[in-house]
């Protein structure tokens, strides 16, 4: 056989195979694809050390990245498979076998999917044994070429028809259908001068589109509110279970809450605010009567994430959040309902797509991060940032410099600046939002031409500065002054 023929054979195998697995997947619940299981059994599976280096390197385009290698990894095994059965179909044959076992040993150790979820991976292997061969036999004919173009078409359509019917959970609708929310008690107007975009920070509340987005998940659970469910059990006298309009008809509250990612490098993009609307999960807990002895809340989302927060927190201060802003929440960020935890990083508190609470111990319960090297217990660091000016920038004039700083739950008190080693400037504080929040701050400084550096630390309203030693994100968040180089003209 011509090697470009041997080579698509192997190829159109493995889009086939791809292609079924994604079809039945769509009956069956998408997680169940092939594809979209090996790729979140990786990131399950992924050591710690290369998820960071992953994160440090791609951001948020990491799961893209990672897609992406899978896509590529899969075409050369197909180009290789077909390659290395010129002669005899065998050595092709037992690797479509063994990708198919892969994709199967994927899906069982997957947390979100049902029973009949196997019939997907099965499905990848039928077809991609079959496809396999069945081309194979072809190409020792002239007419191989119809059959190549027939099977390309039909597993195209097949991707295409899963996907379309696999997201097809009109969750936009049920959005759609709730409309407005409106809290009984509101967050006041936004004081004036609190918000210092124009001097280069963020906006002060950010718009769903530019909050950060971290989660495990390859494609967002797709849950309609009408559906959704919330089941609160384990050390508590009477275990629950909560609908959507249940807690929709309760006395809502807003607030405004900073999230902050616990992956931040010093200087870190990742931590966004919005007036969050729901309800106190103290209140749902004390109507469940927790027992004595217990001391974490253990979260469930619908994808398997889970987060463990102590109990001290969620009493004093935990959201069931079902609206961003205004408007439900959006699908990325745990439609139709999360957990906001202020003063806890994200990763031990803000479960989205939440669907169980289950009140333990943390002797008893790990979350999804714990064994992965992260520390169990992670309230928010003191810290702050410098958002002008840009590294490396080239300022003429007077020199603003400007940024945020956060201490949640305790709230900043005050935030300095000191340009190339000097002595340290007090800043001006934007006006005082919350405790939960950030806090924007400007100061204009006269420098000479020439290159400068400036650095900023925050202190809290318990008197604690933000220590100077630099730390990794690992295990409990970063430490250390952001410094930001630039040159005066
Ligand atoms: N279901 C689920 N919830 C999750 C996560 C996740 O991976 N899965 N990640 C957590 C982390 S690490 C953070 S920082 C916040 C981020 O919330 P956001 O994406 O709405 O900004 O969500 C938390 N909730
Ligand atoms: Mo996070």
């Given at each position: 056989m011509k090697p470009t023929k041997a080579a698509l054979t192997g190829l159109l195998a493995i889009l086939a195979a791809l292609a079924a697995g994604h079809l039945v997947a769509a009956f069956v619940g998408l997680s169940a694809s092939p594809y979209l299981a090996v790729g979140n059994a990786a990131i399950d599976l992924t050591p710690t050390w290369l998820k960071e280096f992953a994160v440090t390197t791609f951001g948020t385009n990491d799961k893209l990245v990672l897609l992406t290698g899978m896509a590529v990894v899969l075409v050369a095994t197909g180009i290789a498979a077909g390659l290395a059965s010129r002669n005899t179909p065998t050595?092709?044959?037992?690797?479509?076998?063994?990708?198919?076992?892969?994709?199967?040993?994927?899906?069982?150790?997957?947390?979100?999917?049902?029973?009949?979820?196997?019939?997907?991976?099965?499905?990848?292997?039928?077809?991609?044994?079959?496809?396999?061969?069945?081309?194979?036999?072809?190409?020792?004919?002239?007419e191989s070429r119809r059959d190549f173009l027939i099977t390309a078409g039909l597993a195209v359509a097949a991707g295409v028809t899963g996907q379309l019917l696999g997201t097809r959970t009109d969750v936009e609708g049920s959005r759609q259908a709730i409309g407005d929310l409106t809290p009984k008690t509101k967050v006041p107007d936004l004081p004036v001068g609190a918000d210092f975009a124009r001097d280069g920070t963020p906006a002060f509340i950010t718009s769903a589109k530019d909050f950060y987005r971290i989660d495990t998940a390859l494609s967002v659970p797709r849950i309609r509110a009408e559906e959704w469910t919330l089941r609160i059990h384990g050390m508590v006298d009477r275990p629950a279970v909560l609908t959507f309009d249940e807690i929709r008809k309760r006395d809502l509250i807003e607030e405004t809450v900073t999230l902050t990612c616990v992956s931040n490098e010093v200087g870190g993009p990742y931590i966004s605010t919005a007036n969050f609307i729901g309800i106190r999960i103290g209140d749902v807990l004390r109507e469940a009567g927790v027992k004595a002895g217990a001391d974490q809340l253990f979260s469930t989302s619908d994808d398997g994430f889970t987060a463990g927060s102590p109990l001290d927190y969620v009493l004093e201060r935990g959201l069931i959040a079902i609206g961003m802003n205004g408007e439900p929440l959006p699908a990325e960020h745990g439609f139709p309902a999360r957990l906001v935890v202020p003063g806890l990083y994200g990763y031990v508190s803000a479960t989205k797509w939440v669907t169980d609470l289950n009140v333990t111990t943390f002797a008893k319960e790990q979350?999804?991060?714990?064994?992965?090297?992260?520390?169990?217990?992670?309230?928010?660091?003191?810290?702050?940032?410098?958002?002008?000016?840009?590294?490396?920038?080239?300022?003429?004039?007077?020199?603003?410099?400007?940024?945020?700083?956060?201490?949640?739950?305790?709230?900043?008190?005050?935030?300095?600046?000191?340009?190339?080693?000097?002595?340290?400037?007090?800043?001006?504080?934007?006006?005082?939002?919350?405790?939960?929040?950030?806090?924007?701050?400007?100061?204009?400084?006269?420098?000479k031409p020439g290159s400068h550096t400036v650095e900023c630390r925050a202190t809290d309203k318990t008197g604690y500065t933000q220590d100077q030693a630099r730390l990794d994100p690992i295990p409990d968040g970063a430490t250390g002054w952001h410094s930001i180089s630039f040159t005066v003209q």
């Open positions: 050595p092709g044959t037992v690797i479509a076998v063994a990708l198919g076992l892969l994709g199967i040993a994927a899906v069982l150790t997957r947390p979100d999917v049902g029973q009949l979820s196997v019939l997907a991976p099965l499905a990848s292997l039928a077809a991609g044994v079959y496809v396999f061969r069945h081309l194979h036999e072809e190409s020792t004919q002239d979350g999804y991060w714990i064994p992965r090297g992260w520390a169990a217990r992670a309230p928010i660091k003191t810290m702050s940032r410098i958002d002008r000016p840009k590294g490396l920038s080239k300022v003429s004039g007077r020199t603003v410099v400007a940024g945020t700083a956060w201490a949640q739950p305790k709230g900043v008190a005050k935030v300095e600046v000191r340009a190339d080693g000097g002595p340290w400037q007090e800043a001006e504080l934007g006006a005082d939002v919350s405790d939960s929040t950030w806090r924007m701050w400007r100061l204009e400084l006269d420098l």
